[in-house]
T-cell receptor, first 114, second 105 residues
Framework: DAGVIQSPRHEVTEMGQEVTLRCKPI?????LFWYRQTMMRGLELLIY????????DSGMPEDRFSAKMPNASFSTLKIQPSEPRDSAVYFC????????????FGPGTRLLVL | TQLLEQSPQFLSIQEGENLTVYCNSS?????LQWYRQEPGEGPVLLVT?????EVKKLKRLTFQFGDARKDSSLHITAAQPGDTGLYLC?????FGAGTTVTVRA
């Protein structure tokens, strides 16, 4: 299996622009997670889905962030409008079982908002 | 307040030396996971510990779960440059801040 695929790997944008991050989970995994990693706050869970349904979005920082999972093989995380404080590495992960144990992470998208 | 407190924050050692990193909490856990994250990559699961007092070995890495299931440690014997990375402990969907380990050749 190819593992979790994320695109783009790097994104540089200007404040106010819309940013869309994409994720393809491992085939057959029922759970999909979006995390954000910064030096200050570490690795934080933003939202997770089970069978394409959002289960917990309490980690989404504010209304500028939204996530969708239209089918089992694709998810997006959108930031609109983006701000410099959104600069971070965003990871997508998937899990085959309960969703709370083994997670397989993608390589991340490094976002810089100028 | 972090659910999982990791220490030390940074650790730099010479190749061949041993090291231990810690993960502590005031809560009792049903299980705990350790991940390693290399620069530019996502975290990769190393091990899951589930039983109080459990010791698991993965080549030169030894993982221990405290008897009370509130803490865990990771010991690396004869560290190599390939062990360099960020070591994260995790409980369910929460992660500690991590220990950045640098092994110098």
């Amino acid at each position: 299996d190819a593992g979790v695929i994320q695109s783009p790997r790097h994104e540089v944008t200007e404040m106010g622009q819309e940013v869309t991050l994409r994720c393809k989970p491992i085939s057959g995994h029922d759970y999909l997670f979006w995390y954000r990693q910064t030096m200050m706050r570490g690795l934080e869970l933003l939202i997770y889905f089970n069978n394409n349904v959002p289960i917990d979005d309490s980690g989404m920082p504010e209304d500028r962030f939204s996530a969708k999972m239209p089918n089992a093989s694709f998810s997006t995380l959108k930031i609109q409008p983006s701000e410099p404080r959104d600069s971070a590495v965003y990871f997508c992960a998937s899990s085959p079982v309960t969703g709370e144990e083994t997670q397989y992470f993608g390589p991340g998208t490094r976002l810089l908002v100028l | 307040t972090q659910l999982l407190e990791q220490s030390p924050q940074f650790l730099s050692i010479q190749e061949g030396e041993n090291l231990t990193v810690y993960c502590n909490s005031s809560s009792v856990f049903s299980s705990l996971q350790w991940y390693r994250q290399e620069p530019g990559e996502g975290p990769v699961l190393l091990v899951t510990v589930v039983t109080g007092g459990e010791v698991k070995k993965l080549k030169r890495l030894t993982f221990q779960f405290g008897d009370a299931r509130k803490d865990s440690s990771l010991h690396i014997t004869a560290a190599q440059p390939g062990d360099t990375g960020l070591y994260l402990c995790s409980y369910k969907l929460s992660f500690g801040a991590g220990t950045t380990v640098t092994v110098r050749a």
